[in-house]
């Protein structure tokens, strides 16, 4: 596969302020990259760069093998995008927003932009004026823009924002099925990581302004730590057993009745007949993966789980 996007010590001063240090990021052919910080770790920047609207203070980015230079705008008819909060003319319809877009990109096409409105869902609501949209409509209506040029690439700064949790499902199918049918490649920003873990290849992990981890989410998961996940209305009892009876001291409560044991010395079954030897009420227990929520805070954090004491 060819990398869409190389970026080569990307680094942005405001001010005298570092604000983006040594970005090295690499966004191969028909992925999906999920780009994930938390707010203020410097992921719309990253992205106003990639998409020249800010000038890097030092670095390199190349966008489809080539080197981009100030000024440049061939490589802009083959991206879409969303940063920030889309912004429309509020007043016209959704279709004839889309229309104005394609027409300023020079790639008008009327079927494209019907079939871009369909797949947001928004082909019943292609006639209401914009004002009328709800925010989760014109974000949307934001992601139908960006597909209607029938882009290689698609740049989107945090696009699942102000989406009831039926948007985000139909968002998330929407997005395979651009890399999958389409052939698009995607960088998606998010700090949403139960989302950027169901849909993305790789991640990128951003935080204060570095890119501290990129891998596929292949690696990830062949990383992650197994756990065992005891759930009980005994918290406290199990925490006794674990740590003074069991001699079981890597574990961390979480919430009232979730415990996570890290390190197993017995078996699960075995757990489960000294747990109840020791009248302790047991719900449920299962072994886990940890999720990529745990993965980012453990690499953002730089800590690892700690033992629980009571």
Excluded: W
């Amino acid at each position: 596969m060819s990398d869409m996007i190389r970026t080569r010590n990307l680094t942005k001063q405001f001010g005298g302020s570092t604000v983006i240090s040594g970005v090295n990021m690499t966004v191969k052919e028909r992925e999906i990259y999920g780009f994930l910080g938390s707010n203020g770790a410097g992921k719309t920047t990253v992205m106003r760069m990639l998409l020249n609207l800010i000038k890097p203070t030092e670095g390199e980015i190349e966008l489809f093998g080539e080197r981009l230079t100030v000024g440049a705008t061939k490589p802009f008819k083959r991206i879409g995008n969303i940063i920030e909060t889309p912004v429309f003319y509020e007043n016209l319809t959704g279709q004839r927003n889309l229309e104005l877009h394609c027409e300023y990109m020079g790639m008008y096409n009327p079927k494209m932009i019907q079939e871009a409105l369909e797949l947001v869902q928004l082909g019943s609501a292609r006639n209401k004026p914009v004002h009328q949209y709800s925010l989760g409509m014109k974000q949307r209506l934001g992601i139908a823009r960006a597909v209607s040029t029938k882009p290689e690439l698609l740049i989107l700064d945090e696009p699942i924002n102000g989406l009831d949790p039926n948007g985000i499902l139909e968002m998330r199918s929407l997005f395979k099925r651009l890399r999958d049918e389409y052939r698009i490649t995607l960088l998606i920003s998010s700090h949403i990581l139960g989302e950027i873990e169901q849909i993305a290849d790789t991640i990128g992990v951003i935080n204060s302004g570095r890119l501290i981890e990129e891998l596929s989410m292949e690696q990830i998961r062949s990383t992650q730590t197994e756990y065992v996940e005891v759930i009980t209305p005994s918290i406290n009892r199990v925490a006794y057993v674990l740590e003074y009876v069991l001699n079981i001291r890597n574990f961390k409560v979480s919430g009232e009745k979730l415990l996570k044991i890290y390190d197993m010395k017995l078996s699960q079954s075995e757990l489960s007949r000294q747990l109840v030897t020791h009248e302790v009420s047991i719900e449920a227990i299962n072994r886990r993966n940890r999720s990529l929520e745990e993965y980012f805070l453990q690499a953002t954090r730089g800590g690892e789980e700690h033992a629980a004491s009571h």
